[in-house]
């Protein structure tokens, strides 16, 4: 075990008694956002230009496009987390789109075989032999009749 462990774990049982409630937070926000030319410009005229965006024809827009048409605009520099925070105090944020998955997990159906050649399966699979530094493939077809159900 290391020093700094066994060491680390004395300290926290002596400190058991007391609870935690130290919040950690990251660095305060400025409350302000530059233009190009170097102007302040501060959050809550950021928060007005953001209500009326959506006030007109940008109403559907997400928080990046929001910042996006500010950037252009009013060549502010503003990033996309700061657009997001804002957009968020404000409650304007659009609901998360549901990803779909382009491939959907399908169950196998449950085929019911009544009779010889109704029902046909093949499978391939690849290998390495690793002594002759070559590869191979397998091809594998099974029919399905009822005499083997």
């Excluded at 937070?25 to 530059?34: A, H, I, M, Q």
């Excluded at 950037?71 to 998360?96: P, V």
């Excluded at 997990?105 to 449950?110: E, G, V, Y």
Aim: net charge positive; aromatic share 10%; glycine share 6%.
């Amino acid at each position: 075990m290391a020093e700094s462990s066994y060491y680390a774990r004395k300290k926290r049982i002596g400190q058991h008694d007391e609870p935690v409630t130290r919040i950690r937070k990251g660095r305060p926000c400025p409350g302000y956002s530059l233009t190009e030319n170097g102007t302040r410009i501060s959050d809550e005229q950021i928060k007005e230009w953001f209500v009326e965006l959506t006030e007109g024809e940008e109403n559907e827009y997400g928080y990046k496009l929001l910042a996006e048409c500010l950037r252009k605009d009013h060549r502010l520099i503003l990033n996309n987390k700061k657009a997001y925070r804002l957009c968020r105090e404000l409650g304007i944020l659009q609901k998360y789109r549901e990803r779909r998955s382009k491939h959907p997990r399908r169950l196998p159906r449950n085929r019911l075989v009544t009779g010889p050649n109704q029902l046909w399966q093949m499978d391939i699979k690849y290998g390495y032999v690793a002594g002759r530094d070559r590869f191979f493939s397998c091809s594998v077809s099974l029919m399905y009749s009822t005499a083997l159900l």
